[in-house]
Structure formats: structure tokens, C-alpha cells
């Protein structure tokens, strides 16, 4: 890891190999820089090492969400950014594949946030600084106009999900330490 300098990880990144980016999968592909098992504690990276982390459709694949957060929360260094895009529930995308093992609503990520009644899983704290709905192609145009409003967003996750399904959160978070 040494060798490599970059201070932006990529995590999951499969065959999508990102250049100036540490690229981080499970499997020994073509690109890839480190082979690491996100299930195994700790992650092979020194604390306060990245600036910006991607994952992308990652997360639902692992047994917890709070260890793994933890871990992104100590390879970062304060008011990193964290972008993540997993399947959002109750839809298809977050049930369909029997790999995923974790779900995801548009409100999981308010857990992590420092004041949250509930912030007390984790010492990891975040801002959640942007939150994307993203909807399958066939619904694309009901991206931009989802997420015109953040009332809008909720409202939409909370009463008409099962009508018009998004597929996806995008998330960003700001480490807060």
C-alpha cells in the first residue's frame, strides 16, 4: 500500500478501475491494488489515510453496516467525503440479488449523524451533506424531479415507494471528527 500515495479509495470497485484512486475488491482483478475481505477487521490502511471514499452498490453486500462505517470513519481524515450508492428499500433492487445482506432506507445513514436520537451505535460520527433517490431508467425522469426538495424525498420514501420504486440512495457523507 505504501507505493501507492492516493488519498481517494475506492471500495468494491470490481472490473471499474479508477485511475489516481486506491482500488479495493474482494477479488484479484485486473487493477485492483488491494485484495481485502470488507467483512475482516481492521481494514489494511493507516488512520486518517484517505480524503475521499467511492462505494458503489458495496455495502448491501457485507454482514454489518456500523463496523465497516467505523472503519471508513478511521482510514479517514476529518471532513473527508464518503459517497455511497446502494439499492434502496422496499424495491426490487435492494431484494432481488440473494448476495445482499443488508437494507437501506433514505433515512439508515441519519444514525451516524452527531445529534441523532439514536447516535449512540457508533462513535463514528458523519454529516450527511447530500441525498440523492435514483430511479431505474424507465422512471429516470422522476430523478430530477424527486429530488427537487428534501420534503419531497421523504414523503415520497415513506408513503408512495411501493407505487413508483426508486432504485437507489446516493449518499454523501462528511467525517466528523
Known sequence: MEKNKSKKLHLGCGKNIKKGWVNLDLMALPGVDVVHNLNKFPYPFKDNQFEKIFSDNVLEHLEDLIKPLEELYRICKNKSTIEIIVPLAPTMHAFRDPTHKLFFTYRTFEYFQEGHVFNYYS???????????????????????????????????????????????????EVIK
Not at 427537487?148 to 415520497?156: A, G, H, P, T
Open 123 to 173: 462513535k463514528s460520527k458523519f454529516k450527511i451533506i447530500e441525498r440523492k433517490i435514483i430511479f431505474h431508467n424507465r422512471l429516470g425522469f422522476l430523478t430530477k424531479l424527486i429530488n427537487l426538495n428534501e420534503n419531497i424525498k421523504k414523503f415520497l420514501c415513506e408513503f408512495f415507494s411501493q407505487f413508483f420504486p426508486p432504485a437507489f440512495l446516493r449518499v454523501k457523507l
